[in-house]
C-alpha cells in the first residue's frame, strides 16, 4: 500500500473502483510522498494537504455510491495560475502573495465535479514567463531526475510533481510551450489543446491569444481523461469554442496504419544535442514500423520567424493584461508614495520580478506610437504566414512529428542571465501555439540519462488524431520510467 | 537597435514601472538586444496579409442582456489593500 503514489491515474481508479484501497489511503500515500521529496523538488507553492484529505472522503462516499468518474479521489497538482476559491493563488508573482481568490476558474469546477483531489498549488515561472521556474517569486523546482538540472517551465511545479509522484496528474498553461517543455525536462506527457478548446474563465491572463489550460501525465491515457474532464464550452470565455468536442478516451488502443507524417526540416537545427537527434530519428522509425508514411520532405519556411513573432505578441499582449496589477484592487501594494501615480510605479517596481518587468517593456514598446506598425502590426501578418504553412501542411499530412526540445534538463542557473538563450528552449513549441494548434509531448527514450521529448502536432480541434499517434507509439515504444528515482 | 536611456525611461513611466538607474542600465542592454533579433522580422514578405488577432474565426461573441450573478461587495473588496466605506482607497488622483 506504501507505493501507491507511483500509479497512473487510470490504474488508482480500477483500484478505487476495485474497493483495493480509498482515496483517502491515496492521498494519505501521495502527502506522504510530498513530506519526504518536497524541500527537495520544490514543486508546489501551496500545498493543501487537509482540503485534500476532505476532498478525498468525498471521492471515497462517491466510490461507495457508485457515482464515481475516472478522474473522482485522484490527486492532482494545480498551476498556481489556475484560480481556486478560497485557496491562495499567486502565479508566481510576489505582488499576488496574498491574494485569496473570490471565485473558482472553470477547469477547477470541472475537476471538482468529476470528484478530483488537489494536493496543491504548483509553482510556475511568474505569470507564465521562463522556461525553467527560476523565475518564480517563491524559488525554482528541481527537476526529480537530477536535482541541479531545471524541471523546465513555465509549468515546472507541475511536471515535476508529476514525475516526483508528489501527484497522480496535473494542470499547466502552455503559452508558448509552457505545457510541453517542462513535460518533456521531466519525462512526463503534457498536452496544450487547441486555442479555444479549454475555457481560459479564472485563469490568470499573459498572452490571452496563446493561453491554453491543459494536462501534464504520466501517460496518454490520463492527459486524455484529464483534457476531456476540462473540455468544452464556457460561456464566461468569449474565445472558447462552442462545438461540441470528441471523447478523447475514444481515441486510445487505436492502429495508426495509414497515417501520414510530416517532419518538418527547419526543426533539425544545428544546437540540438546529437542524443535528442538519435531518439527522434528512432521515434520516426517506429512510426514507419506502425504503418504510418514518413514524409522527411514538408517545409514550413516561416518557422524560424515563430520567435520574433511570439517574443512580440505575448509580450504585447502582457503588457496589456499586467496594467490590472496596480495595488488598489487585490494583491502587494506600496502605498508610501505621495501620490496615486508614485504608488502604483512603486508597486510593479516592488511586486513584479526582473523577466515580467523585461517582457511588460518589450510590449509596451511593440505597442506604443511610432513603433506599432515596425513591431506588433508586423509580428501579426507574419503570424498569418505561419498559419497558411501549417493549413497548407495538414492538407497532406494527419499530423506532424517534430521534437519538444532541442536539448534536456539543463543545469539551474546556466541561461538565467541570458533572456534570449532561455527564449530559444521554446523554439520548437512556439509556432503550433503562435498557430492556435493542438501540440502533445511524450516520451521517447533518454538522453545522457534524461528524458527527451516527442512532439505531435494535430490541425485544429483534431486533438483525437493525435491522441491515436501518441498512444500507439507510447504502447509500442513502452516506456516505463513513470516516476523519478529521487 | 539601441535602446536610449531616455527612451527606457520613457516605456516604463508608459508602463507604470519605477526603475533605477541601474535598473535602466540593464534594460536599455537587454532589450536592445533582444529587439536586434526580432530585425529580421522586416525582411518577411507579408504584402496583402491581413493580421492575425485570435487563432479561431470567432468574433462578437453575444450573449442575452439579463442580469446574472456577481461578486457581492465584500467579496470585491477582500482583497484590497485599502479600503474604506465601501470603496477601494487610493491616495488623491489629482493634486
Known amino acids: ?486 | 537597435m539601441s535602446l536610449s536611456p531616455e527612451e527606457v525611461l520613457h516605456i516604463a513611466r508608459l508602463a507604470r514601472i519605477a526603475l533605477t538607474p541601474a535598473d535602466v542600465e540593464r534594460f536599455a542592454a537587454q532589450l536592445s538586444g533582444i529587439l536586434d533579433q526580432f530585425a529580421a522580422l522586416a525582411a518577411v514578405d507579408t504584402d496583402g496579409l491581413e493580421p492575425t488577432a485570435h487563432p479561431l474565426p470567432l468574433s462578437n461573441v453575444m450573449r442575452a442582456d439579463v442580469v446574472t450573478a456577481s461578486l457581492m461587495q465584500g467579496e470585491a473588496l477582500a482583497n484590497a489593500p485599502e479600503a474604506e466605506d465601501g470603496f477601494f482607497r487610493v491616495r488623491a488622483v489629482l493634486e
Open chain 1, 1 to 486: 500500500m506504501s507505493d501507491l503514489w507511483k500509479l497512473t491515474a487510470h490504474e488508482a481508479h480500477e483500484k478505487l473502483r476495485a474497493k483495493e484501497f480509498t482515496s483517502v489511503e491515496l492521498t494519505e500515500s501521495v502527502l506522504e510522498r510530498v513530506r519526504a521529496v518536497e524541500p527537495k523538488v520544490h514543486a508546489y507553492i501551496t500545498v493543501t494537504a487537509e482540503l485534500a484529505l476532505e476532498q478525498a472522503r468525498e471521492a471515497d462516499a462517491k466510490y461507495a455510491s457508485s457515482s464515481a468518474t475516472p478522474l473522482t479521489g485522484i490527486p492532482l497538482a494545480i498551476k498556481d495560475l489556475i484560480v481556486t476559491k478560497g485557496v491562495r493563488t499567486t502565479a508566481g508573482s510576489k505582488i499576488l502573495e496574498n491574494f485569496v481568490p473570490p471565485y473558482n476558474s472553470h477547469v477547477y469546477e470541472t475537476l471538482r465535479r468529476a470528484g478530483a483531489v488537489m494536493v496543491g498549488k504548483a509553482n510556475m515561472d511568474e505569470f507564465a514567463m521562463g522556461s525553467s521556474t527560476e523565475h518564480s517569486a517563491y524559488g525554482p523546482s528541481h527537476n526529480p531526475w537530477n536535482l541541479d538540472l531545471v524541471p523546465g517551465g513555465s509549468s515546472g511545479g507541475s511536471a515535476a510533481a508529476v514525475s516526483a509522484g508528489e501527484a497522480l496528474g496535473a494542470l499547466g498553461s502552455d503559452t508558448g510551450g509552457s505545457i510541453r517543455q517542462p513535460a518533456s525536462l521531466c519525462g512526463n506527457v503534457g498536452f496544450d489543446p487547441t486555442y479555444g478548446r479549454v475555457s481560459r474563465y479564472g485563469i490568470i491572463a499573459f498572452g490571452s491569444s496563446l493561453d491554453q489550460v491543459g494536462p501534464i501525465g504520466r501517460d496518454v491515457e490520463d492527459v486524455a481523461t484529464l483534457l476531456d474532464c476540462i473540455s468544452g464550452h464556457d460561456p464566461r470565455d468569449s474565445t472558447s469554442n462552442p462545438e461540441p468536442v470528441a471523447d478523447l478516451r475514444h481515441y486510445l488502443g487505436r492502429d495508426i496504419k495509414g497515417m501520414r507524417i510530416g517532419v518538418p526540416k527547419e526543426y533539425f537545427i544545428s544546437g540540438m544535442e546529437p542524443g535528442v537527434t538519435a531518439r527522434i530519428e528512432e521515434a520516426l522509425k517506429l512510426f514507419e514500423e506502425l504503418g504510418c508514411t514518413v514524409d522527411r520532405e514538408l517545409s514550413l519556411p516561416s518557422t524560424e520567424h515563430a520567435l520574433a513573432v511570439y517574443y512580440i505578441i505575448a509580450p504585447s499582449e502582457a503588457s496589456a493584461n499586467l496594467a490590472r496589477y496596480d495595488g488598489v484592487k487585490y494583491g502587494y501594494s506600496d502605498h508610501s508614495g505621495g501620490s496615486m501615480w508614485a504608488n502604483m510605479e512603486q508597486t510593479r517596481a516592488g511586486g513584479f520580478g526582473e523577466e515580467v518587468k523585461r517582457r511588460i517593456m518589450l510590449g509596451t514598446y511593440a505597442l506604443s506610437a511610432g513603433y506599432y506598425d515596425a513591431y506588433y502590426l508586423k509580428a501579426q501578418k507574419v503570424r498569418t504566414l505561419i498559419n497558411n504553412e501549417f493549413a497548407a501542411a495538414f492538407q497532406k499530412y494527419d499530423v506532424i512529428v517534430t521534437p519538444t526540445s532541442p536539448t534536456v534538463a539543463f543545469p539551474l542557473g546556466a541561461k538565467l542571465n541570458d533572456p534570449y538563450a532561455m527564449y530559444l528552449n521554446d523554439i520548437y513549441t512556439l509556432p503550433s501555439s503562435v498557430a492556435g494548434l493542438p501540440a502533445i509531448s511524450l516520451p521517447c527514450g533518454l538522453s545522457e540519462g534524461l528524458p527527451v521529448g516527442l512532439q505531435i502536432i494535430g490541425n485544429f480541434f483534431d486533438e483525437p488524431r493525435v491522441v491515436q499517434a501518441a498512444h500507439a507509439f507510447e504502447q509500442a515504444l513502452g516506456w516505463s520510467n513513470r516516476v523519478a528515482r529521487i
